[in-house]
């Protein structure tokens, strides 16, 4: 297990991150809480930098996956840009300070509000928008005249090819709503010359999340340079997108040194294109993915023959990838002696009232964990707190940053107050 989570192993055995005892922290800010490694997340960042060293490159950290304000920031500090999808992101990169050239505008849907924010940021504009049809070209287009300024722009190309992912997370395959067909690039192009305020300097992929092959990257990539080499426009950067996959349970992700030997290939020195390109990536998951853990308390044990439940305090309201993707979690208990003895097949629920509301199904734990016991739900540093939410009137939990062989608090827990905050406050007169 510490071969998959290189920052969280069991010491003097207690689970632990970067040498700080997890119980030490559930005890102290409560659970359910998500936890992150400073360590983990630079390190992730770092691999992926030197793997594109001698690459004119920049990477943008796709925020969507963790956009908690001191882990934003330290990123940043290390370098990294961010992809945002919403008017909210690029207010929180300003709030993390993140430079505006080193922000990339993605998503299908922006408004005319998120454009004009986009293109008036820190008073120079962001880097790019990804644009996804021609529909959002010309209203852009439109955006831009209006201020008087230019959009740097990037079509999002989909390479139609199918990444082997689950279908939700799926994204570049002719039947999805994202990019366009090389003949909708084409049709892009043909009507540049009516779109004074549109400056057209890249090509963007994004092709699906938690890949765990190359060889549909590959395709993409190919399929890209091909297109790149195919219009009679210069370009000056790609966008690869994101999507490595990450270990949740056994699976062998690609090696970052295989991907990034795979764009110098395609990109680089010895490519068609002699290193002319930059080179913009869009990682999330896995810089953010293996770096957090969810830590949650048992409530209680439900004895049943065939299996037993054991009820905790986090639930699908905090964590809801198993519920919309069927997704797996490894849980851990905080105490090793929980690793040996008897085991039995256990469903790990939250409170939440709905049968959905799992976060681990036949799970093999030890017949032992009772009530008050503590839980590590690994691998909840992406898609994790993002996107939680409120149901059942379930104040969502903090967040805490372990850094230096101390931790904080990055993110309180939020209140019952917090709950009702813009309803009709006058009821309570
Ligand atoms: C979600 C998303 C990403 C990040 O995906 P990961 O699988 O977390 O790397 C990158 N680019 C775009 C356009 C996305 O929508």
Known sequence: MSQIFDFYDYKNKVFSCNGVNLETIAKEVGTPAYIYSAEALVSNFNKLQKGLKGLNSLICFAMKSNSNLSVLRLLAE????????????????????????????SGVGKTKEEMKNGLTFQGKG?????????????????VAKELHLKATVALRFNPDVDPKTHPYISTGIKKNKFGMDRAEIF??????????????????????????????LKD???????????????????????????????????KIED??????EVFGEKSKFNSKLKIILEPGRQISGNAGVLLTQILFRKQRRSQDFLIIDAAMNDLIRPALYGSYHEIVPIQAVHLEGKMKKTMVVGPVCESSDFI?????????????????ILSAGAYGFTMSGQYNSRPRPPEVLIQNGNFRIVRKRESFEDLIQGELSSLRH
């Open 187 to 216: 049709n892009c192009l043909s009507h540049l010359k009516q779109l004074d305020h549109i400056r057209l300097e890249g090509i963007s992929i994004h092709i699906g999340s938690q890949l765990l092959s190359l060889s549909p």
């Open 126 to 142: 962001i880097h790019s928008f990804n644009v996804e049809s021609i529909a959002e070209l010309f209203a852009l287009n439109q």
């Open 259 to 264: 991907y990034c030997q795979l764009i110098h």
């Open 360 to 376: 681990g199904k036949s799970r093999k734990l030890s017949q032992n964990l009772k009530s008050g016991d503590f839980l590590a």
């Open 220 to 254: 993409a990539f190919e399929r890209l340079a091909h297109l790149i080499e195919e219009i009679q426009h210069p370009i000056q950067f790609v966008d690869l997108g994101g999507g490595i996959g990450i270990s949740y349970q056994l699976e062998q992700p690609p």
């Open 78 to 105: 290390a370098g990294a840009g961010t992809d945002i999808v919403s008017g909210g992101e690029l207010f929180r990169s300003h709030q993390a300070g993140v430079s505006a050239e080193k922000i990339v505008f």
